[in-house]
């Protein structure tokens, strides 16, 4: 009896052992299963998350283009007399303008300084001068001033045609005349190659639009790239709009300059019209037979070049020496390319036809 109890507890040894070899095995065999179906089969967050590549992004260097920079940003006083009710006293307002030459000479705005009796220019660091007026171009809200001084800081002139759209850019100036130097505020590049109205009704072509802060006073201080090239010269705010302001690009400037240190003045040529720009809305309103180009609004004077040459207030000028014309700024920018003395084709369309004269391009008074 005992022996057959042992016997019968040593088979279901065997038994169970046998039970747990054969499962052990089909849970190995399961596994690579498993295993290779996720592998088959990624997860959906795998698929759907892309992999980017590091970007490494700095801030603008503020800093040190200020240091560099705001030595060269003078304060300009300017006192101009006012008349009024037969009585005629004197004025004081406050601009800014940038030391762009080391023997004193200083870019900054025409309307700063026009009419201006007196010039008291100050540097940040403290000393102060009496400014002259070198030349004005009333078409461009620029001048020149200069200065009598030693050891002047000067700032670079960069290239306006390199700027983009977003790039960082640096406004510096002397807005409400506050004391302590030199205010600098930033923004971004909007827009280049706008054309902008000034108060006075000349219009402003090849501007800088910013968002850096613009403010009374501002007028005349460099638009600075992170480089700490002058780009621009600040001169207009647009005053229904929120942070939208726009200098004056230093490209535009630069021919400037070499006229006015050369001659004194900014010899230009014109052909003695007030434009507005054909399109299909004015073209309804005054009953053009074209929709594009540049229509004639006023002739003056009444003996200048477009005048002698027949040409009529309501003509639209279609082409300029050779060149089709498509918009007044277009027209203004073809009369440039010349020089005063210049004969040129001009075709445009009264009412419904189309005629040619040569003009003769004349010096466009100051």
Request: include cysteine; charge should be negative; proline fraction near 6%.
């Amino acid at each position: 009896m005992r022996k057959n109890l042992i016997i019968y507890i040593i088979l279901l040894a065997i038994v169970f052992s046998l039970i747990g070899a054969a499962c052990k095995t089909s849970t190995q065999a399961g596994t690579p299963t498993a295993t290779a179906t996720a592998v088959a089969q990624p997860s959906p967050t795998a698929v759907s998350t892309p992999v980017r590549t590091p970007v490494t992004s700095t801030l603008p260097d503020i800093v040190d283009v200020a240091a560099v920079v705001r030595p060269a940003v003078v304060s300009i006083v300017f006192e101009v007399t006012v008349q009024s009710f037969f009585q005629s006293f004197p004025q004081e307002g406050v601009g800014s303008g940038v030391i762009f030459d080391a023997r004193g000479y200083i870019l900054t705005n025409n309307h700063v300084v026009e009419g201006a009796s007196k010039i008291t220019v100050t540097l940040p660091d403290g000393r102060a001068f009496d400014g002259t007026v070198v030349g004005r171009d009333p078409d461009t809200d620029l001048a020149v001033v200069k200065i009598a001084g030693d050891n002047l800081p000067v700032a670079r002139l960069g290239d306006s045609a390199k700027l983009r759209i977003g790039e960082w850019v640096i406004a510096i100036g002397n807005p409400l005349a506050l004391e302590g130097g030199p205010t600098v505020t930033v923004g971004v590049v909007g827009a280049v190659g706008r054309s902008v109205e000034e108060e006075n009704g000349a219009t402003l072509d090849d501007v800088i639009q910013t968002d850096a802060a613009i403010n009374p006073g501002n007028s005349g201080g460099p638009l600075v790239n992170l480089a700490g090239e002058v780009v621009g010269i600040n001169t207009v705010v647009a005053a229904e709009a929120q942070n939208i302001g726009f200098a004056v690009s230093v490209n535009t400037a630069k021919p400037v300059i070499e006229s006015i240190l050369a001659q004194g003045k900014v010899i230009r040529p014109y052909i003695g019209v007030t434009l507005l720009p054909v399109t299909a809305a004015v073209a309804s309103r005054y009953g053009l037979s074209v929709n594009q180009g540049a229509l004639i609004t006023q002739i003056t004077p009444r003996d200048g070049p477009a005048a002698q040459a027949g040409l009529r207030a309501g003509d639209v000028i279609t082409r300029f020496d050779g060149i089709q014309i498509t918009s007044d700024s277009q027209l203004k920018k073809a009369i440039q390319q010349h020089k005063v003395g210049d004969k040129v084709q001009v075709t445009f369309v009264r009412g419904t036809q189309e005629s040619t004269v040569s003009i003769t391009l004349a010096e466009k008074p100051v």
